[in-house]
């Protein structure tokens, strides 16, 4: 793609905000959609420039990113009134970065591709971090030539870029990924609950793990949080729920159990019932903690 790809950023989130102004920074023209203020205003003020409706956006751009909460919001942008699918046309990219069933993003592939024009799918893994740092792990499913045609995108906004395979294998990949990251927060979490009710310091604990086999990302960046009690969302509890429900969804029909992912689902469903919905995935540990 060009250099001056004019890229259209719909969701300006935690996650959102921070990956689209580094498009800025890297020197592509940014067009910006969001459904409140606060998001726009930060990225116009960049340099961004606003649009007023995701239809306007695409219309705008060549390659049209989204970043959004869930299927029910991508499915309104993309396909609602005044949503992307609005302005397709031949050359027209759709790269849908959020997490959302991978059975939902094949539908939204098809209706994209009946009305002419491509779509990517590459959710994100590192969190708010690896967004604002650009270190972000992206997988994405799709056509491989189109993948290809947005590599620098990809590069511009993560160190670690796979193509999985075909529509739909982004999101299954990011799925696993969640499996993974949820089922070690949990371990994690009991690791401090054990460590402490023993007597000895949950500190030292994590250093000696964190430096072994056993070693994660979620024990060097979350058991910290765990005890200095700072459940600020990097990434909340809720999106975290809804992401593990795609997992069961996904293996339901895939006629798989994973027993550890269910356990780790009725964790953080138990969290979201107390409240918790909005506070960062460490807060796991309050679960285990009773």
């Not at 719909?10 to 067009?31: D, E, H, S």
């Not at 069933?101 to 024009?117: F, Q």
């Not at 700072?230 to 795609?246: I, M, P």
């Amino acid at each position: 793609m060009p250099d001056q790809t004019r890229i259209g950023f719909i969701g300006l989130g935690i996650m959102g905000r921070p990956m689209a102004r580094n498009l800025l920074k890297a020197g592509y023209p940014v067009i910006v959609w969001n459904r409140s203020r606060p998001g726009i205003e930060a990225l116009t003020a960049d340099g961004a420039t606003e649009a007023v409706s995701p239809r306007d956006a695409a219309e705008q751009s060549d390659v049209v990113v989204t970043m959004v909460g869930d299927h029910t919001d991508v499915e309104q942008v993309t396909l609602g009134k005044d949503g992307i699918i609005e302005a397709a046309r031949l050359g027209l990219v759709h790269v849908d970065m959020s997490t959302i069933s991978p059975d939902v993003t094949r539908r939204i592939a098809a209706e994209l591709d009946e009305a002419g024009m491509e779509m990517l799918d590459a959710p994100v893994s590192g969190g708010e971090p690896g967004a604002i740092n650009a270190a972000l792990s992206i997988m994405v499913g799709g056509k491989e030539d189109v993948f290809e045609r947005c590599r620098p995108i990809f590069e511009t906004l993560g160190k670690t870029v796979v193509f999985c395979g075909p529509s739909g294998s982004g999101q299954v990949v990011k799925l696993c990924n969640q499996v993974v990251g949820a089922l070690n927060n949990l371990a994690v979490s009991e690791a401090i609950t054990l460590c402490t009710s023993s007597g000895v310091d949950p500190r030292k604990m994590l250093e000696a793990v964190g430096a072994g086999a056993a070693a994660s990302w979620m024990v060097t960046n979350l058991g910290p949080k765990m005890l200095d009690q700072d459940f600020r969302a990097g990434f909340k509890v809720e999106h975290q729920l809804k992401d593990l429900r795609y997992a069961l969804e996904t293996a339901s029909g895939a006629d798989v159990n994973l027993p550890g992912t269910e356990l780790t689902q009725r964790a953080f469903a138990a969290l979201t019932d107390r409240g918790l919905g909005a506070e960062g995935t460490q807060a796991l540990i309050k679960f285990v903690r009773g």
